[in-house]
């Protein structure tokens, strides 16, 4: 009933920037909670950063002061906006949300991911 789809992936020289998108569509109630995940080739998927649904944003260390995420709830959006890219950045990004559709529970979804490369 939920899908999201992430778009804004590409390739980057490092130093630059990128912003993804991620857009909630179907049967949805509300949207808690949403987030960036990542995973680079032969590791684990890591969370970049999270928004809550006041606006309360965390990140990981390795992206603090370089990512912002945000959301637009009207149009059932997270962003990501990526700077100072880094050839370590470079991963598939997957946005994550919290979404209440049919009934009272909140589930968890998950986009198909993008293709961030950045290169050095």
């Known amino acids: 009933q939920v899908q999201l789809v992430e778009s804004g992936g590409g390739l980057v020289q490092a130093g630059g920037s990128l912003r993804l998108s991620c857009v909630a569509s179907?049967?949805?109630?509300?949207?808690?909670?949403m987030a960036w995940y990542r995973q680079a080739p032969g590791k684990q998927r890591e969370l970049v950063a999270t928004?809550?649904?006041?606006?309360?944003?965390n990140y990981a260390d390795s992206v603090k002061g370089r990512f912002t995420i945000s959301r637009d709830n009207a149009k059932n959006t997270v962003y990501l906006q990526m700077n100072s890219l880094k050839p370590e950045d470079t991963a598939v990004y997957y946005c994550?949300?919290?979404?209440?559709?049919?009934?009272?529970?909140?589930?968890?979804?998950w986009g198909q991911g993008t293709q961030v490369t950045v290169s050095s």
């Open positions: 994550n949300a919290r979404v209440r559709s049919g009934g009272f529970a909140f589930g968890d979804y």
């Open positions: 928004i809550s649904s006041g606006g309360s944003t």
């Open positions: 179907g049967f949805i109630f509300s949207i808690n909670a």
